[in-house]
């Protein structure tokens, strides 16, 4: 069924709108095309309509062109939303990932988007420098600290990590270990590690 | 929290407020922010001083003995203390980031002496307000028709909510908060008894906040 006015853009939009679904095939193209191409479409209409000033002897062509103003308003918008909703959920891999983006997700982006995560990086990076004069990581400690160690088993074969003190514990998958909570958050976070719950 | 800092501890020269005092006031601020739908006057002086404090009790353990039970306490307490000041500036972020033109436009019309952004900040909600900009352009604006084509920040910007509710108690006594009514209902006015506690909407009582009447919760 052909899509009607502006309801292309509405496509776009609703599978951003599960916040929890991680939706990263992000690069629908083709519809983000088609709504360009629906914009340019109606602008053309306009500016034919508005230069035919002899045909309107009713006023008929005054609200069309009113109509499809606002069917533009409205694209621009949503196209706008689209856009906005995803370097939000892009946003929330830098707090989640760090500054360096997964592979399978970096393929679902198109160039301006990668460039934007990049920037976004750096923006909050000179940001967290800038706190209290010495700085602050405010990636870390996102979690309110009920005890000092966790248990946590090991997800994938990491290897070898080094603890604040010195010492080196071997991370082989399933194995489990009783770590410092601040230690272990960021491999938890990345998914290497996950927390045992008793 | 008063055994963790002892008595003595005092910040600067010339200000002398006790480090649980900070504390107190760092955790106030946090719950405010946390609950209040706009963006709160920052206390970056305090976050400043509470991780200067934070430092320094870190440069004292190391100096204890690891067999030391104390060692533990501390070291729990310092992951509390940081975990409210992360969680604070975290939440003032994504208000930024999600109301960025909004706060702006909010800050030009402060006085410079009372501003709600720290300078940090304000860089960051430039900064990111240019960097959605540009995104936007190089993604949608530059390919619509011409007239469509500008960015008008404040129009595209979400806007908080400040009818939405909040739970609150009165720090102290407050007489004659005005509860503005809508087309049907009048005008009402009700008095805040101290220690009290109340659901009502943000606006009647944003100023409240900010001088420190009430403690949202």
Same mark, same amino acid.
């Given at each position: 069924?052909?899509?009607?006015?502006t309801?292309?853009?509405?496509? /776009?939009?609703?599978?951003?709108?599960?916040?929890?679904?991680?939706?990263i095939h992000l690069?629908?193209?083709?519809?983000?095309r088609?709504?360009?191409?629906?914009?340019?479409?109606l602008?053309?209409?306009?500016?034919?309509?508005a230069?035919?000033?002899?045909?309107?002897?009713d006023?008929?062509a005054?609200s069309s062109?009113? +109509?499809?103003?606002?069917?533009?308003?409205?694209?621009?918008?949503?196209?706008?939303?689209?856009?906005?909703?995803?370097?939000?959920?892009?946003?929330n891999?830098?707090?989640q990932?760090?500054? +360096?983006?997964?592979?399978?997700?970096?393929?679902?982006?198109?160039?301006?988007? +990668?460039?934007?995560?990049?920037?976004?990086?750096?923006?909050?990076?000179?940001?967290?420098?800038?706190?209290g004069?010495?700085?602050?990581?405010?990636?870390?400690?996102?979690?309110?600290?009920?005890? /000092?160690?966790?248990e946590?088993?090991?997800?994938?074969?990491?290897?070898?990590?080094e603890?604040?003190?010195?010492?080196?514990?071997?991370?082989k998958?399933?194995?489990?270990?009783?770590?410092?909570?601040?230690?272990?958050e960021p491999? +938890?976070?990345?998914?290497?590690?996950?927390?045992i719950n008793? | 929290?008063?055994?963790?800092?002892g008595?003595?501890d005092?910040?600067?020269?010339d200000?002398? &407020?006790?480090?649980?005092?900070? !504390?107190?006031?760092?955790?106030?601020a946090?719950?405010?922010?946390?609950?209040c739908?706009?963006l709160?006057p920052?206390?970056d002086?305090y *976050?400043?001083?509470?991780m200067?404090?934070?430092?320094?009790?870190?440069?004292?353990?190391?100096?204890?003995?690891?067999?030391?039970?104390? *060692?533990?306490?501390?070291?729990?307490?310092?992951?509390?203390?940081?975990?409210i000041?992360?969680?604070y500036?975290?939440?003032?972020?994504?208000? &930024?980031?999600?109301?960025?033109?909004?706060?702006?436009?909010?800050?030009?019309?402060?006085?410079?002496?009372?501003?709600?952004?720290?300078?940090?900040?304000?860089?960051?909600?430039?900064?990111?307000?240019? !960097?959605?900009?540009?995104h936007?352009?190089?993604? *949608?604006?530059?390919?619509?028709p011409?007239?469509?084509?500008?960015?008008m920040?404040?129009?595209?910007?979400l806007?908080?909510?400040?009818?939405?509710?909040?739970?609150?108690?009165?720090?102290?006594?407050?007489n004659?908060v005005?509860?503005e009514?809508?087309?049907d209902?009048?005008?009402?006015? *009700?008095d805040?008894?101290?220690?009290?506690?109340?659901?009502?909407?943000y606006?009647? &009582?944003?100023n409240?906040i900010?001088d420190?009447s009430?403690?949202?919760?």
């Amino acid at each position: 069924m052909p899509l009607t006015l502006t309801q292309r853009c509405c496509h /776009l939009l609703a599978p951003l709108i599960p916040f929890t679904v991680v939706f990263i095939h992000l690069s629908d193209d083709d519809g983000v095309r088609q709504v360009f191409e629906e914009m340019r479409g109606l602008y053309d209409q306009n500016v034919a309509a508005a230069n035919d000033s002899t045909a309107d002897p009713d006023g008929t062509a005054i609200s069309s062109i009113a +109509i499809r103003h606002a069917a533009l308003e409205r694209n621009k918008r949503c196209l706008m939303a689209y856009v906005f909703n995803r370097s939000k959920k892009l946003r929330n891999m830098r707090w989640q990932f760090g500054s +360096i983006l997964p592979p399978e997700i970096k393929a679902n982006l198109c160039e301006p988007e +990668i460039q934007w995560f990049n920037s976004y990086s750096k923006c909050l990076a000179r940001y967290m420098k800038s706190i209290g004069g010495q700085g602050l990581n405010l990636a870390q400690d996102v979690k309110p600290p009920k005890s /000092l160690y966790v248990e946590v088993r090991s997800l994938i074969d990491y290897g070898k990590f080094e603890l604040d003190n010195g010492e080196v514990v071997l991370l082989k998958k399933h194995s489990t270990h009783l770590m410092s909570r601040a230690q272990c958050e960021p491999l +938890i976070i990345q998914g290497v590690l996950e927390q045992i719950n008793h | 929290m008063e055994d963790t800092f002892g008595e003595d501890d005092y910040f600067g020269e010339d200000e002398h &407020i006790p480090a649980h005092e900070v !504390l107190q006031t760092l955790e106030d601020a946090w719950l405010n922010e946390k609950f209040c739908p706009d963006l709160l006057p920052s206390q970056d002086s305090y *976050v400043e001083a509470m991780m200067e404090q934070i430092q320094q009790m870190e440069d004292n353990l190391t100096k204890l003995k690891k067999t030391d039970f104390r *060692v533990e306490v501390h070291h729990m307490e310092l992951a509390r203390i940081r975990y409210i000041i992360t969680s604070y500036l975290r939440t003032r972020i994504e208000k &930024i980031e999600q109301n960025t033109a909004f706060i702006l436009e909010q800050e030009t019309t402060r006085s410079p002496e009372n501003p709600h952004l720290s300078e940090g900040e304000l860089n960051y909600a430039r900064e990111f307000l240019a !960097l959605q900009e540009n995104h936007q352009k190089q993604l *949608v604006l530059k390919h619509v028709p011409p007239p469509f084509q500008d960015f008008m920040s404040t129009q595209q910007s979400l806007v908080p909510n400040l009818r939405s509710h909040i739970f609150l108690r009165a720090k102290k006594d407050v007489n004659g908060v005005v509860i503005e009514g809508d087309r049907d209902t009048r005008d009402e006015e *009700v008095d805040l008894e101290e220690n009290s506690q109340h659901i009502m909407q943000y606006k009647p &009582i944003a100023n409240l906040i900010h001088d420190g009447s009430v403690q949202l919760i």
